[in-house]
């Protein structure tokens, strides 16, 4: 069964750092293009950042450069979101999910996990 299984969130304080893992289940990340994507509350989802299959990170969203990195590991069939200098804005339920293999971070989303929810919070 493909399936996305995000982890890793939780309450931090601004300023404070959160690693989001992807673990995928069931097809092998490799040939896949990855993003992690978020809603925040009374907001619609937005993508947060995407990695290609060739492992360079191709987007990022402008209000967490400098800040979100996000990497993949095949061989433990992982994708991460290192998230740090949190703002209370960060606030949201963090996903991820792939694109159809062999292509790229444009095309359309298919396959989600049930989402993290990540607080930032004093």
């Known amino acids: 069964q493909v399936q996305l299984v995000e982890s890793g969130g939780g309450l931090v304080q601004p300023g404070g750092s959160l690693r989001l893992s992807c673990a995928a289940t069931g097809f092998t990340f490799d040939y896949y293009p990855v993003g992690w994507f978020r809603q925040r509350p009374g907001k619609g989802r937005e993508g947060v950042a995407c990695i290609s299959t060739s492992d360079v990170p191709t987007f990022y969203t402008d209000s967490v450069k400098g800040r979100f990195t996000i990497s993949r590991d095949n061989t433990n069939n992982m994708v991460y979101l290192q998230m740090n200098s949190l703002k209370p804005e960060d606030t949201a339920v963090y996903s991820c999910?792939?694109?159809?293999?062999?292509?790229?971070?444009?095309?359309?989303?298919?396959?989600w996990g049930q989402g993290t929810q990540v607080t930032v919070s004093s």
């Open positions: 999910a792939t694109a159809p293999p062999y292509s790229d971070c444009s095309t359309d989303f298919h396959t």
